[in-house]
Every structure is written in C-alpha cells, then in structure tokens.
C-alpha cells in the first residue's frame, strides 16, 4: 500500500458527458501526477500539480484538466468525454523541496473509466 | 518525443532461473529510472529506481543503467511465480515536470 486514494473505483460514462476524479497523496507528499493507460499500453502522463498549479502537461487536449487544493489532494476533470477517454486513470504522488523534484512516484490503486 | 521501448513478450522463464527484462529510452537527458511492476488490473507498483551508471541491488532484484547506450535492465534471480506480471519501464528528464514515460512493458511469466 503507497498510502495514495483515488475515488471512485469504477466510473461509467455516456459519450459527451463529464467526470471527476479525485486523488489524496501520500503524507508527506505535495506533488501529485496524472497518468492515463489504455489497455495494453504503458501510462501516458496528463500533467502534474504543484503547490495548487500546472506544473507540467503532456500530449492532452484542454478538457482534460485539473485541481490541486492546499491539502496536496487533486482532482482530474474530463469534459465532452468521447469512446476513447476508456482507460485505467492513475493518480501518483511524489516531493518536491527546494525546488528539486524528488521525482520517486507512487501510484494509487486507479480509476477505472468506461465511456459508452 | 521522448520514447521508452520495451519487449512485449511474454517472456516466460522457469522457476528458479534468472528473469532479464530490458529498456531502451531515446532522451539521453533523461536523468531518472524505474522499474515498475503491474499485475493484471492494479495500478504499478515501484520496484527499483536507478540514477547512476552500473548495477544497483535489492534482494532477488538488480536494476542495470548505462547511460552512453541508453539501455537499463532489470534481473529477478531464483524467479517465483509470484513475479508473474507486467514490468514497465519509466523514464524521466529534466526536473521531472514532464512527468514519467512508460514503455508498455514486457508480460513476463514464471514457469512452475
């Protein structure tokens, strides 16, 4: 166990709709990344929080965005959701002191998000 | 683009034997390494991190960095079925805020 949550466990969706999902990092923690991982493929990084802003994005259109709050925890919102936004959604937590990215992740258990 | 390649396998090896998983990365400022491990629908699960050129150990796992070939390995010795799973790979350059690449792992598989 890596001490990091995500809710909920499983999520089902209709195309065009919109979903959030939620992530507390482990203690001691003030970084938290998002990856998205389709069915037989590695994580894809969506972007990273630091101290409640966007630190980094990959390749993701703007309707994937997110939140950071003062307690370190995130949320990963998903607008005009389409077929392919079917995926395992990670959320990872790691520090950063100084401005060094002490860049260790770890993952919480996933989202599982089915789009129909 | 930074990219992050792996054998997909499977790689099945016989209980007992020495599993070798390998990686190759394209971004030779990549600074950060990780070995992941996946069972069947859980999320990864660190396993090693490296940073420096040469082999680092931990218990029955050694991960292998060598930065002019950007090549890093993972050994399991005495493989258990247990270590049955999806090993990826993970990347990271810079400060990190790029985040992790993956490769999309090898399946490996333990013979009893």
């Known amino acids: 166990e890596t001490g990091v949550t995500q809710s909920p466990t499983h999520l089902i969706k209709t195309r065009g709709q919109q979903v959030t999902l939620r992530c507390s990092s482990q203690?001691?923690?003030?970084?938290v990344s998002w990856y998205q991982q389709a069915l037989g493929q590695g994580p894809q990084f969506i972007f990273q929080?630091?101290?409640?802003?966007?630190?980094g994005r990959g390749n993701f259109p703007p309707r994937f965005s997110g939140l950071q709050f003062p307690n370190y925890s995130s949320e990963l919102n998903v607008n005009a959701l389409e077929l392919d936004d079917s995926a395992l959604y990670l959320c990872?937590?790691?520090?950063?002191?100084?401005?060094?990215?002490?860049?260790?992740?770890?993952f919480g258990p996933g989202t599982r998000l089915t789009v129909l | 683009q930074k990219e992050v390649e792996q054998n997909s396998g499977p790689l099945s090896v016989p209980e007992g034997a020495i599993a070798s998983l390998n990686c190759t990365y394209s971004?030779?400022?990549?600074?950060?390494f990780f070995w992941y491990r996946q069972y069947s629908g859980k999320s990864p699960e660190l396993i090693m991190s490296?940073?420096?050129?040469g082999d680092k150990e931990d218990g029955r796992f050694t991960a292998q960095l060598n930065k002019a070939s950007q090549y890093v390995s993972l050994l399991i010795r005495d493989s258990q079925p247990s270590d049955s799973a999806t090993y990826l790979c993970?990347?990271?350059?810079?400060?990190?805020?790029?985040?992790?690449?993956f490769g999309k792992g090898t399946h490996l598989i333990i013979q009893p």
């Open positions: 490296i940073y420096s050129n």
């Open positions: 929080y630091y101290r409640e802003e966007e630190n």
């Open positions: 203690s001691g923690h003030n970084t």
């Open positions: 990872a937590s790691s520090s950063r002191a100084g401005g060094l990215v002490t860049d260790t992740q770890y």
């Open positions: 971004d030779r400022g990549s600074q950060s």
């Open positions: 993970a990347v990271v350059s810079g400060g990190g805020a790029d985040g992790l690449t």
